[in-house]
């Protein structure tokens, strides 16, 4: 039966289109939440070529998601299984939305948990040196709010792990304070590091290297995004714009990547190309500072979960009711509906969080 002929199947297929093309626009697999949401809407055992009808994707496309969501290693618990005299492979999966929002919000803030507790050994060297220059200014304070910040991610990784079952029960935010209190001690303890010893040939450029080195270690080893980050903070720790030849002496990255990197961080408007009278050479420089970069992240997925709660009340659930189908069906679509919009308003809500968190 064609989506014409079933207005319900119709608007499923038009929910999971939104609601894929929004976790695009959050940096996720379109496709795998697609898949991944068709599966939770239904709550049965649904086969293949249900999937393909509810979702519109190719059997290859449905074929390689079932294959990455029933994998082990997977944070959602898809099943594959079989009916009896039935030779078709059916899934299901048992994640009711609050489930899934919990999932999401642990992934999200260990993801976002880098530590960057090596910056305790650069702070002294860099106050060592001497004179005390803009440039050296720049770094210490660059390193410092990175510091701060990785303190206030440790402060809401903790309250989530405390706090999230509450919160996804009752939509109320119990206070963060002594969270942030406590990790504001950690920070302050942490600040007294043994005394290291500062060898006299130290220099600025030696400093900002072994930052770089020390980011490597701990980042994700995938190159492509190593590079990102490596060349994005690259262009952090400078006062100045920077020619790529300068970045690829301070990441170790090659040409190549640098020149691909640099592409992607002006194409998306992170990076601006910056031209010099009477110099043909191409610099670069941020477009906004650390600090705005961070906050502007979470101020994005907040939009994007305003525009779906947005979309559900306004299209999808009055549509719904203009549907003359099979109750039992349409109650239930209904309630996995009204999940997305309680569970949606509480991730607005904790962005909200997250934004006075940072911004304080």
């Known amino acids: 039966m064609s989506n014409n002929q079933d ?35 239904e709550g049965i055992l649904i086969s293949q070529e249900q ?18 969501l029933t994998d082990f290693s997977s944070r959602f618990p898809v099943r594959e299984t079989r009916k009896p005299g039935d030779k078709k492979k059916y899934y299901s999966c048992s994640l009711s939305f609050v489930q899934y929002t919990k999932i999401l919000a ?13 910056i305790d050994a ?5 106050d060592a040196l001497f004179p005390q220059t803009p440039d050296i200014k720049h770094v ?9 910040t990785y303190y206030s991610v440790k402060a809401l990784i903790t309250y989530v792990e405390d706090q999230l079952d509450s919160i ?3 939509g109320n935010f119990p206070d963060i304070n002594p969270y942030i209190k406590k990790t504001l001690e950690e920070n302050k303890r942490s600040s007294h590091v043994p005394e290291i010893e500062i060898p006299d040939s130290d220099t600025l450029p030696q400093i900002k290297h072994d930052f770089i080195s020390y980011l490597q270690d ?12 490596t060349t994005y903070f690259g262009l952090y720790l400078e006062r100045e714009p920077v020619t790529q030849e300068q970045l690829g002496e301070l990441s170790g990255a090659s040409r190549t990547a640098i020149s691909e990197t640099l592409s992607l961080l002006t194409k998306i408007r992170s990076a601006k190309l910056v031209k010099k009278p009477k110099d043909r050479k191409k610099y670069y420089s941020p477009i906004i500072s650390m600090a705005d ?28 009711q203009r549907i003359t189908a099979n109750e039992k069906e349409k109650n239930k679509f209904e309630k996995f509906l009204n999940e997305n919009l309680y569970c949606y308003q509480i991730l607005e809500d904790f962005i909200s969080l997250m934004y006075q968190t940072f911004s304080q």
């Open 7 to 41: 207005p319900l199947l119709s608007l499923k297929n038009d929910y999971l289109t939104f609601i894929a093309q929004a976790n695009k626009s959050l940096g996720y697999n379109p496709y795998l939440k697609g898949v991944l949401f068709a599966l939770m809407s």
């Open 51 to 68: 999937i393909m009808r509810l979702t519109g994707y190719s059997r290859s496309m449905v074929s390689e998601i079932l294959t990455e």
């Open 106 to 118: 642990k992934t999200n803030l260990e993801s976002s948990e880098t530590s960057y507790e090596f």
């Open 122 to 126: 650069l702070l002294p060297r860099l």
């Open 140 to 148: 210490y304070d660059l390193l410092s709010f990175l510091k701060s």
């Open 168 to 170: 996804l029960e009752t």
């Open 218 to 229: 701990v980042i994700p080893p995938s190159g492509k995004q190593r590079d990102l980050i």
């Open 293 to 320: 970069y961070s906050l502007l992240k979470y101020t994005n997925q907040k939009r994007v979960f305003t525009q779906i709660k947005s979309g559900i009340n306004s299209e999808i659930l009055p549509e719904l």
